[in-house]
């Protein structure tokens, strides 16, 4: 499960530098902290669905589109 995290968290990540966020930014839209994002991109935790449509709505994407274009 540990390669699917860190796949995921690079799709996050990649969506993320698309949009000309650090991860400072988007952490401050979804009122998380910097670290939370960076663990995500990383893949060292397993997000709930919800922590995924908060970080695509911050995104400015759907959780649909992250999963199949990055």
Known sequence: MDDELK???EKFKKA???????????AYKIG???PSINRLEKGNINPSYK?????????????SELLEKY
Do not use: F, P
């Open 32 to 34: 998380k902290d910097q």
């Open 51 to 63: 922590y995924m449509l908060q970080i695509c709505r911050g995104l400015g994407i759907k959780l």
């Open 16 to 26: 993320r530098i698309a949009k000309n966020l650090s991860q400072t930014d988007l």
């Open 7 to 9: 796949e995921l968290g």
